[in-house]
């Protein structure tokens, strides 16, 4: 099999901190990962795409100072939402991507909620 | 850019009906098309995807068909059960399996009864 885990499944913030959401391939590495985000009843929307060892690649309108993205090893990479506002409350979802198979394994979405 | 629409939830049916879930899509080239499935509490899995105009991919009593001349990709079952409820999300990707990033539609909401 292929797992990904996140952690946490829920954070709740107060506005203007900072949240890391950590996403780890369980039984086989990664080289590319990807972090989307969800809204209410909307598409998931691919945020960007996380190199091992190198600099993330950002969607068009994603703020790479907003949304710090850190690869540093083949199993995991992290998400940092920075200075939290709620209009960045959502569903934030991550992917791994299997080599061998050329494949993309999900994790279970982490739910943030910002005060 | 790029764009798949499916249609909107949620879709009840009766155990052992037949069920359809449309997706079209807009996207320059030949992407490869994908249906995703979401169980409750659970991650994304790949349930069905093809290549290439005309493929079929198929799992678990699942089909869908790629068809390029009406840019569809419609999910259909010819009998669902309880089981199969979940949140269905159509794809689409420019690399073949999937090894870029997703653009997805908005999920479709199944619910079955028995």
């Known amino acids: 099999g292929a797992v990904v885990s996140q952690h946490p499944s829920r954070v709740i913030c107060k506005s203007g901190t900072s949240v890391k959401i950590e996403c780890r391939s369980l039984d086989f590495q990664a080289t590319t990962m990807f972090w989307y985000r969800q809204f209410p009843k909307k598409s998931l929307m691919l945020m960007a795409t996380?190199?091992?060892?190198?600099?993330?690649?950002?969607e068009q309108g994603v703020e790479k100072d907003k949304f710090l993205i850190n690869h540093a090893s083949l199993t995991l990479s992290t998400l940092t939402v920075t200075s939290a506002h709620p209009e960045d409350s959502s569903f934030y979802i991550c992917?791994?991507?299997?080599?061998?198979?050329?494949?993309?394994?999900f994790g279970p979405g982490t739910r943030l909620t910002v005060l | 850019g790029d764009s798949v629409t499916q249609m909107e939830g949620p879709v009840t049916l009766s155990e052992e009906a037949f069920l359809t879930i449309n997706c079209t899509y807009t996207a320059t080239g030949y992407p490869s098309l994908f249906w995703y499935v979401q169980y409750p509490g659970e991650g994304l899995q790949l349930l069905l995807k093809?290549?290439?105009?005309?493929d079929k991919g198929s799992n678990k009593g699942f089909e869908a068909t790629y068809r390029k001349e009406t840019t569809s990709f419609h999910l259909e079952k010819g009998s669902v059960q309880v089981s199969d409820s979940a949140v269905y999300f159509c794809a689409l990707s420019h690399s073949g399996g999937g090894a870029d990033g997703l653009t997805f539609g908005k999920g479709t909401h199944l619910i079955i009864q028995p």
């Open positions: 093809a290549t290439k105009a005309d």
């Open positions: 996380s190199n091992e060892g190198s600099k993330a690649t950002y």
């Open positions: 992917s791994a991507r299997k080599g061998e198979k050329n494949e993309q394994f």
